[in-house]
């Protein structure tokens, strides 16, 4: 693994936010000056395909990198907000209503946070 992917991989996992490429870059220009983006993006492909890193993608927005630690989204579906939340592990139940064995998967749920909701409900209350 190149310095570069190790300085990524280290980002990713010690962030508690969901990073995208130019934010990951941003982070790694601070320890190497020379970095470029297209660096970052070869990386973050190689350990995406390594199962080192997980993207997460939500329509409308960049993808995003996140730690491989077992856990789910939830994704405001008007600002695009990423939250990690903690669910059971639904791999067996889902294994067996496949039928296949299943490697991982990403469960991103769908919702309204709380900034959206209210001016969802402030909107609803201007028109009447």
């Known amino acids: 693994m190149t310095k570069n992917a190790e300085y990524i991989l280290e980002i990713i996992n010690h962030s508690n936010e969901h990073l995208s490429a130019e934010q990951i870059y941003l982070r790694l220009k ?13 990386n973050l492909s190689i ?5 080192l890193i997980r993207k997460i993608s939500v329509e409308g927005c960049p ?3 996140d730690k491989i630690k ?12 990423l939250s990690d939340i ?4 639904l791999t067996e139940s889902l294994q067996k209503q496949v039928g296949i064995q299943i490697l991982s998967y990403d469960l991103k749920i769908s919702y ?5 909701l209210k001016k ?8 009447h």
Request: negative net charge.
């Open 30 to 42: 601070e320890r190497n000056q020379g970095a470029v983006l297209a660096t970052v993006y070869n």
């Open 47 to 51: 350990l995406y395909k390594q199962g």
């Open 63 to 65: 993808d995003r990198y």
């Open 70 to 81: 077992r856990h789910d989204h939830l994704v405001c579906r008007y600002c695009g907000k």
């Open 86 to 89: 903690l669910l059971d592990d």
């Open 112 to 116: 309204l946070c709380e900034e959206c």
């Open 120 to 127: 969802e409900n402030h909107h609803l209350h201007m028109e």
